[in-house]
């Protein structure tokens, strides 16, 4: 992501509400997202929504750090 719009990535891995605040901190903490947000699809592909600025490399390492997998934008 390149500009200050929302992307959406699908992730995998993620069971549970502390699955989505590990992910959602992660993601928050990252250099030009303004706000990140998961929407949890347990056994499935759950959805994470970030606004702002911040490069899609630098997501996908906050993501894979946290432990989780992010499958696609």
Not at 27 to 32: L, P
Not at 43 to 58: E, T, Y
Request: aromatic share 2%; proline share 0%; glycine share 10%.
């Amino acid at each position: 992501m390149t500009t200050a719009g929302a992307a959406e990535y699908a992730l995998e891995g993620l069971t549970c509400g502390h699955c989505v605040e590990t992910v959602r901190t992660a993601v928050a903490a990252v250099d030009g997202v303004n706000a990140a947000s998961v929407e949890l699809v347990a056994g499935g592909r759950s959805r994470l929504v970030v606004s702002g600025s911040a490069a899609d490399a630098a997501v996908r390492d906050a993501v894979t750090t946290a432990g989780y997998s992010l499958v696609s934008r």
